[in-house]
């Protein structure tokens, strides 16, 4: 079976929380955990098209929810169906200041480490 048809079911069948345990209990049996990242991506491209956006958002620094309003404003904006938005955060200390947002699809980097590294690159030209 290909892995979309079965990121489609496992979205379909997300209410029932276990299916996503026995997913993974599956891929650890059969030695295939190295698979789990691929189908994850796959279920969350699906979401996607179903409207249903899972980001990850990190930051040097806790964020505010006025500023987690301001980032799911943004996708539903900007992104064609984005109607739920489901933000997962973490910081990191690394990126110095901004924030790095990712989703199934999409990749918005706008920390200061990744600014200072593109302007050394700049420079290292």
Known sequence: MQSH????????????KGLAKQVASYLIDTKQTSQLDSLMRDVMTTRETRGVFEISVAS??????KQLDSI??????????????IIHTKVNPALLGGIRIESANYLIDRSLK???NYIK???DK
């Open 114 to 116: 990744s600014q200072l």
């Open 72 to 85: 799911r404003t943004y996708f539903k904006k900007n992104f064609q169906g984005a109607k739920e938005i």
């Open 5 to 16: 048809k079965i990121a489609g079911y496992i979205d379909q069948e997300f209410a029932s």
């Open 60 to 65: 040097a620094h806790e964020l505010q929810q």
């Open 121 to 123: 690159s700049s420079i």
